[in-house]
């Protein structure tokens, strides 16, 4: 018997909130699997899941939408002679449980004549009576929708209030999860986690030529609280931020355009977590790089025939997979099948050694035990393998800084901030965009470009990869809104990275690639 409040190590002023504790989970939990045991299952496992949202917009300072929105409800999964089956109800007593567990059976027993491949799941210690919270100090959910409109009225005020801003947009976008699973092995497991994304952006429009541009806040998404948004934690500068953001909208719009060709590139965190999110995080889902999950997103060049051979990238390239990262969006205690979070390396010293699994997929590849990358984004949603906090490593040995890498390239470009991508099947090709371009000449920063974007195939841009900044310019990106499967789900995660500088990746002019 294993009992955890916290694999990770966090520390959660919180608990598990009494609306969610003191629904009869235990009770749904026994007549779910009891039912699904006397109908056959071999492997039976109950989740209850809460899912609170509240979604704010704002333009030019006046409320555009507020919504919440609560789901609630349950799902058996079975495993019958091999065969997964599934059913959920939103209904939740011990009757409703019994019957959706013998519908469950019912279905894997149809589908039986057609599965090709027995399920075989990993083995995973018992967590009796687990709970876990993520690390917080102010519940948003506890926070009235008035302070939060009057925040952001603020926050949007001081850019409208700047010259060159016709427009300002506010978004505000919070969630509560709470999850309870148990299984036939014994688990039970109770979790609650928050996360929120705030986000500004100010808009200058040319009223003569209809032409705009915009520039918006870089501060993530983060599992954090309401003392994330107000800058009360000092995590994010939002007043330097909100009072800087004005000029730089009005030298972008001023820069010249960019010329194409290769250039040596020293790239924010605050830009390059998305790329490897698409590059790294999707290409080492080990349903994909075996052609498993291919219809939402395509599959992946990195197959396991390559594992432990492929040369990834440089040898100062390290990246973890991690589902135990503090205040990290999939981070969380265990996952939808009962897996306690972990952290373990992806690509080491350049070369391809892992993957992201679930308790299915780990047997495939020959591992004794899933690294925890089952969720569904529902009551109503099959689990599936998902992305951990997928993170590059700042350089161990020096703390070098965004500047020093500056001070290394005699002629190239500094990105700062995510804006649009795009990524082929296999996730190798790609091009990726930002928020600000900053030329760099003999070492030092000299105003700003326009129209950038980098492309690159997966292996040569990290192949170019001269060096990565140390822990001081590490920081976690993210997103909300990570799609996968079809059904499609949506998950969140994010993704650590330093400052790195690449050379020679080919530079492309957007407005001559538009054919403007």
């Given at each position: 018997?294993?009992?955890?409040?916290?694999?990770?190590?966090?520390?959660s002023?919180?608990?598990?909130?009494p609306e969610?504790?003191?629904l009869?989970?235990?009770?749904?939990?026994?007549?779910?699997?009891?039912?699904?045991r006397?109908?056959?299952?071999?492997?039976?496992?109950?989740?209850?899941?809460?899912?609170?949202?509240?979604s704010?917009?704002?333009?030019?300072g006046?409320?555009?939408?507020?919504?919440?929105?609560v789901?609630l409800?349950?799902?058996?999964?079975?495993?019958?002679?091999?065969?997964?089956?599934?059913?959920?109800?939103?209904?939740?007593?011990a009757?409703?449980?019994?019957?959706?567990?013998?519908?469950?059976?019912?279905v894997?027993?149809?589908?039986?004549a057609?599965?090709?491949?027995r399920?075989?799941?990993a083995d995973?210690?018992r967590?009796?009576?687990?709970?876990w919270?993520?690390?917080?100090?102010?519940d948003?959910f506890?926070?009235?929708s008035?302070?939060k409109?009057?925040?952001?009225?603020?926050?949007?005020?001081?850019?409208s209030?700047?010259?060159?801003v016709d427009?300002?947009t506010?978004t505000l976008?919070?969630v509560?999860?709470?999850?309870?699973y148990?299984?036939?092995?014994g688990?039970?497991?109770?979790?609650?986690?928050?996360?929120?994304?705030?986000?500004?952006?100010a808009?200058?429009?040319?009223?003569a030529?209809?032409a705009?541009?915009t520039?918006?806040?870089?501060?993530?998404?983060?599992g954090?609280?309401?003392?994330?948004?107000?800058?009360?934690?000092?995590?994010w500068?939002?007043n330097?931020?909100l009072?800087?953001?004005?000029?730089?909208?009005?030298?972008?719009?001023k820069?010249?355009?960019?010329?194409?060709?290769?250039?040596?590139?020293?790239?924010?965190?605050?830009?390059l977590?998305?790329?490897?999110?698409?590059?790294i995080?999707?290409?080492t889902?080990?349903?994909?790089a075996?052609?498993?999950?291919s219809a939402?997103?395509?599959?992946?060049?990195?197959?396991?025939?390559?594992?432990?051979t492929?040369?990834?990238?440089?040898?100062v390239m390290?990246?973890?997979?991690?589902?135990?990262?503090?205040?990290?969006?999939?981070?969380?205690?265990y996952?939808?099948?009962?897996?306690?979070g972990?952290r373990?390396?992806?690509?080491?010293?350049?070369?391809l050694?892992?993957?992201?699994?679930?308790?299915?997929f780990?047997?495939?590849?020959?591992?004794?035990?899933?690294?925890?990358c089952?969720?569904a984004?529902?009551?109503?949603?099959?689990?599936?393998?998902?992305?951990?906090?997928?993170?590059?490593?700042?350089d161990p040995e020096?703390d070098t800084?965004?500047?020093e890498?500056?001070?290394?390239?005699?002629?190239?470009i500094y990105?700062?901030?995510d804006k649009?991508?795009?990524?082929?099947?296999?996730?190798?090709?790609?091009?990726?965009t930002g928020?600000?371009?900053?030329?760099?000449?003999?070492?030092e920063?000299?105003?700003q470009?326009?129209?950038?974007?980098?492309q690159?195939?997966?292996?040569?841009?990290?192949?170019?990869m001269?060096?990565?900044g140390?822990?001081?310019?590490w920081?976690?990106?993210g997103?909300?809104?990570?799609?996968?499967a079809?059904?499609?789900?949506?998950?969140?995660?994010?993704?650590?990275?330093?400052?790195?500088?690449?050379?020679?990746?080919?530079?492309l002019?957007?407005r001559t690639?538009?054919?403007r």
């Open positions: 018997m294993a009992t955890s409040t916290d694999p990770g190590g966090h520390s002023g919180h608990d598990i909130d969610f504790a003191g009869p989970l235990r009770s749904l939990a026994d007549a779910a699997l009891s039912a699904a006397a109908a056959g299952a071999e492997h039976a496992d109950l989740r209850v899941h809460r899912l609170c949202t509240q704010i917009r704002l333009r030019d006046r409320v555009e939408a507020l919504t919440d929105t789901e409800g349950f799902a058996v999964r079975v495993i019958v002679d091999g065969t997964w089956g599934f059913a959920s109800h939103a209904v939740l007593t009757n409703t449980a019994a019957e959706v567990a013998r519908s469950a059976v019912a894997a027993t149809s589908l039986r057609l599965n090709r491949e399920v075989t799941l995973e210690p967590y009796d009576n687990a709970r919270v993520s690390a917080y100090e102010i948003p506890t926070i009235p008035a302070d409109v009057a925040l952001l009225q603020d926050y949007s005020g001081r850019l209030a700047a010259d060159g427009h300002v506010a976008l919070q509560k999860e709470q999850t309870y148990a299984d036939t092995a688990s039970s497991i109770i979790q609650q986690r928050v996360r929120l994304e705030p986000e500004l952006e808009i200058t429009v040319d009223s030529s209809g705009f541009e520039m918006r806040t870089l501060a993530p998404p983060v954090r609280g309401w003392e994330y948004v107000t800058g009360a934690d000092g995590v500068d939002w330097t931020e009072s800087r953001i004005p000029e730089w909208l009005a030298e972008k719009v820069a010249p355009t960019v010329t194409p060709g290769p250039a040596d590139l020293v790239i924010d965190p605050t830009n977590w998305l790329t490897i999110h698409e590059s995080g999707h290409a889902e080990y349903d994909r075996i052609g498993y999950e939402y997103a395509g599959t992946s060049f990195a197959t396991p025939d390559l594992l432990g492929l040369q990834y990238g440089t040898p390290h990246v973890t997979a991690d589902r135990l990262q503090r205040h990290g969006l999939a981070s969380v205690g996952d939808d099948e009962g897996v306690a972990q373990w390396d992806l690509v080491r010293d350049g070369v050694v892992g993957y992201q699994l679930d308790r299915v780990a047997p495939r590849l020959g591992l004794d035990r899933s690294n925890g089952s969720y984004d529902s009551p109503h949603h099959v689990p599936i393998q998902r992305m951990a906090n997928v993170s590059l490593q700042p020096r800084s965004t500047q890498l500056i001070s290394r390239v005699t002629d190239g990105i700062v901030g649009s991508w795009s990524i082929d099947m296999q996730r190798y090709n790609f091009q990726f928020q600000r371009f900053f030329r760099i000449r003999n070492g920063l000299d105003g470009l326009r129209d950038v974007a980098y690159a195939t997966t292996t040569d841009f990290w192949g170019s001269e060096a990565v140390g822990p001081s310019t920081q976690l990106g997103a909300f809104n990570c799609g996968k079809q059904p499609g789900q949506v998950a969140a995660v994010s993704h650590g990275c330093p400052s790195v500088l690449v050379r020679g990746v080919n530079v002019n957007t690639e538009a054919g």
